[in-house]
């Protein structure tokens, strides 16, 4: 039931506009915010509520949320150049985000709310990370990544949503996807479990992305 981020944001530079939003700041205004609806009574997606989660399992496991994230998916993976800090080799390598007008804009740094986008990663890291959605591996890792494809409820028109992946039923497949975006940049992963078919489109302009790309590798028809 949380809105998509909170009133209280007034960032200082718009161009970065988490960079100053601080933990204090997050809990005033959930100390304050009443609920518009239940519970689970209509779908919103909330960038607010990803970050708060974020938050939440770095105080339960006393490790920052890069930390936890390497320890129990990216690590395991062998997801090298994923992380939120830029190592030497990400930093050499990076494609700099650009406006719709084609002007390099700064990166965005989200400090508090870091689970709703403040990692950074490659193209080639995410297709390790859809291909083990594909072929779960063993443990705990494997039963997490089949738990978030479960559906959870509606989330508009032929959609529902898992834990987090937004969920489209064809004809006679699934897709799996999510997508997004920070200054610059905008992103879309999807997969289809049946086909055992994965996509990444990754893109260093802010416009529009490529969820269209996307969609259509996933389903021609589309």
Do not use: C
Not at 66 to 78: D, M, S
Not at 113 to 124: I, K, N
Not at 163 to 191: E, K, S
């Amino acid at each position: 039931g949380l809105p998509r981020l909170p009133d209280n944001m007034k960032p200082a530079d718009p161009a970065n506009p988490y960079s100053d939003y601080s933990v204090p700041q997050l809990y005033d205004f959930l100390s304050h915010y009443e609920l518009t609806r239940d519970p689970g009574e209509s779908f919103e997606y909330s960038n607010l509520g990803v970050g708060l989660l974020g938050h939440v399992l770095s105080l339960a496991t006393g490790k920052s949320y890069e930390a936890l994230v390497r320890e129990r998916v990216t690590g395991p993976l062998g997801m090298t150049h994923t992380s939120i800090a830029l190592t030497p080799w990400m930093r050499d390598h990076l494609a700099s985000g650009h406006d719709p007008e084609g002007r390099v804009v700064a990166n965005w740094d989200l400090p508090t709310l870091a689970g709703a986008g403040a990692l950074r990663s490659t193209a080639l890291d995410m297709l390790k990370f859809v291909d083990a959605y594909l072929h779960p591996p063993r443990g705990a890792l494997g039963r997490a990544m089949t738990l978030a494809q479960h559906e959870r409820t509606p989330a508009g028109t032929g959609m529902s949503i898992g834990l987090n992946w937004l969920i489209m039923h064809r004809a006679a497949d699934t897709i799996v996807w999510h997508n997004g975006g920070t200054g610059g940049y905008r992103t879309f992963v999807g997969f289809t479990p049946s086909q055992k078919l994965g996509v990444v489109v990754l893109t260093n302009s802010g416009g529009a992305g490529a969820d269209d790309i996307g969609m259509h590798l996933l389903d021609p028809a589309l």
